[in-house]
């Protein structure tokens, strides 16, 4: 028991010092706003092929959105 305990605090010491201090998010908020105006994670898809299961069973379709 003592040394699962004991495993577990040196794991979370190692974790501990391997975290940096470089992570921390900017001063100013616009700095992100701006970012995230300009940039968009999503990417729009005009058709793609879906795989659309009914009563009769499963089939690939293509889907338009």
Not at 30 to 51: L, N
């Amino acid at each position: 028991m003592r040394m699962i305990v004991l495993a577990a605090f040196m794991a979370m010491g190692i974790g501990l010092m391997g975290s940096s201090q470089s992570l921390a998010a900017p001063a100013s908020g616009g700095v992100i706003g701006s970012a995230a105006a300009t940039t968009s994670p999503v990417a729009k898809v005009a058709c793609a092929m879906r795989r659309v299961c009914g009563r009769r069973g499963c089939a690939m379709r293509r889907v338009c959105g």
